[in-house]
């Protein structure tokens, strides 16, 4: 089945550095990545849609200055969390659209859990 | 606006039973998706199953099978003989169509399976 890689699964930073995610399909190519946030015993939040070789589409409330994302090929697609807070510490998810497939169902990354101190 | 509505927060069954998590949606247009994905305790999403509008048939995936009803807006998904290893979050998804197949998520059921 396609996979969807995730790196790092877990990071910790002190407030005010910036952190990088990385998000990779690993059998298939994905034109649309998407980013998603999930707070403790909460359902999946969209922040973005990321497409290969284009700016990244914000969901509205997602500061797309402090959250920059880069889909630079079609199998690999960043977030960066830019002078991180204790409110961004969170668990974040990618997936990856398979876009071979006719349902086009999205497969999901792993998640980084990334805890700012 | 789309919006999907899980209003189990927490279900129990037992080994090898079956269980139904129930889950309605709200949308205006014809064509649209509708995704089962379970999430363990280790956080990654697992996809599991998908209806489209159109199918007339309802979705099955082994154990899984989608109770898929247009006419109530629901789609509901059920487990059968559940195992111990079906513990975990479920969430109901709905993809937005004619657009960036954006998924919008329900607030998921928690499924322990008990001995």
């Known amino acids: 089945g396609a996979v969807v890689s995730q790196h790092p699964s877990w990071v910790i930073c002190k407030s005010g550095t910036s952190v990088k995610i990385e998000c990779r399909s690993l059998d298939f190519q994905a034109t649309t990545m998407f980013w998603y946030r999930q707070f403790p015993k909460q359902s999946l939040m969209l922040m973005a849609t990321s497409n290969e070789g284009s700016k990244a589409t914000y969901e509205q409330g997602v500061e797309k200055d402090k959250f920059l994302i880069n889909h630079a090929s079609l199998t690999l697609s960043t977030l960066t969390v830019t002078s991180a807070h204790p409110e961004d510490s969170s668990f974040y998810i990618c997936?990856?659209?398979?876009?071979?497939?006719?349902?086009?169902?999205?497969?999901f990354g792993p998640g980084t859990r990334l805890t700012v101190t | 606006a789309q919006k999907i509505t899980q209003t189990q927060p927490g279900m129990f069954v037992q080994e090898k039973e079956a269980v139904t998590l129930d889950c309605t949606y709200d949308t205006s247009d014809q064509s649209y998706g509708l995704f089962w994905y379970k999430q363990p305790s280790s956080g990654e999403m697992i996809f599991l199953i998908y209806?489209?509008?159109?199918?007339?048939q309802n979705a099955t995936e082994g154990r899984y099978s989608l109770n898929f009803q247009k006419a109530r807006k629901s789609a509901n998904l059920v487990i059968s003989a559940s195992q111990l290893g079906d513990s975990a979050m479920y969430f109901c998804a709905m993809r937005e169509p004619y657009n960036t197949d954006k998924l919008i998520f329900g607030t998921g059921t928690r499924l322990q399976v008990f001995p």
């Open positions: 997936s990856a659209r398979d876009g071979a497939s006719f349902a086009g169902e999205q497969y």
């Open positions: 209806q489209g509008s159109y199918d007339e």
